[in-house]
T-cell receptor
Framework: DQQVKQNSPSLSVQEGRISILNCDYT??????FLWYKKYPAEGPTFLIS?????DKNEDGRFTVFLNKSAKHLSLHIVPSQPGDSAVYFC?????????????FGKGTLLTVNP | NAGVMQNPRHLVRRRGQEARLRCSPM?????VYWYRQLPEEGLKFMVY????????ESGMPKERFSAEFPKEGPSILRIQQVVRGDSAAYFC?????????????FGPGTRLTVL
């Protein structure tokens, strides 16, 4: 039972263009969403988050959009840089329940080509 | 300010042996979480501990797995009588409080290989 789904295992974009990573969730109790970035042989690093009371959160080149009715969120990176090449994980939690328990998707491998 | 530290980074065990994975949280953090990542999968929650207390172990297999976070020293994830299916990356994360709105900070992971 996969409650957080990242349906694209990989994505390849050109440097300077926009990267869009998608994430869908099925559990309507999730109300807090996070994106983590992971390089090989390292642990995940927090990137950006969004609460369900918002539909957009922006931090520099990174913007997360949340569509609650569609149970869908996306991470936009613009402009993409080669150093952004990594696996990106979408995660969700339920602040009304076990808010510490992050549920992760399987990840999307982003490759930014120079 | 050192981040979350895990050791060993790589651990090889034969079937039936015991594996001990250690995690030192970030300075000032008293909450520790263990996650497991099987090949081609996302991270899955195993257990949440505070100092000397297991708060939630609902993600941990009932047999062979145990976790502790003593008053002094690192958190330990212990796997007894390992089997090949235990081969995975085990990540520890820490946070300064009950992490509802604050992110969890992850360590580099321990990659366990069971021969």
């Amino acid at each position: 039972d996969q409650q957080v789904k990242q349906n694209s295992p990989s994505l390849s974009v050109q440097e300077g263009r926009i990267s869009i990573l998608n994430c869908d969730y099925t559990n309507s109790m999730f109300d807090y969403f996070l994106w983590y970035k992971k390089y090989p042989a390292e642990g995940p690093t927090f990137l950006i988050s969004i609460s369900s009371i918002k539909d957009k959160n922006e931090d520099g080149r990174f913007t997360v959009f949340l569509n609650k009715s569609a149970k869908h969120l996306s991470l936009h990176i613009v402009p993409s840089q080669p150093g952004d090449s990594a696996v990106y994980f979408c995660a969700a939690s339920d602040s009304g329940g076990s808010n510490y328990k992050l549920t992760f998707g399987k990840g999307t491998l982003l490759t930014v080509n120079p | 300010n050192a981040g979350v530290m895990q050791n060993p980074r790589h651990l090889v065990r034969r079937r039936g042996q015991e594996a001990r994975l250690r995690c030192s949280p970030m300075k000032g953090h008293s909450h520790v979480y263990w996650y497991r990542q099987l090949p081609e999968e996302g991270l899955k929650f195993m257990v949440y501990l505070q100092k000397e207390n297991i708060i939630d172990e609902s993600g941990m297999p009932k047999e062979r797995f145990s976790a502790e976070f003593p008053k002094e020293g690192p958190s330990i994830l212990r796997i007894q009588q390992v089997v090949r299916g235990d081969s995975a990356a085990y990540f520890c994360a820490s946070s300064p409080l009950n992490s509802g709105k604050d992110e969890q900070f992850f360590g580099p992971g321990t990659r366990l290989t069971v021969l």
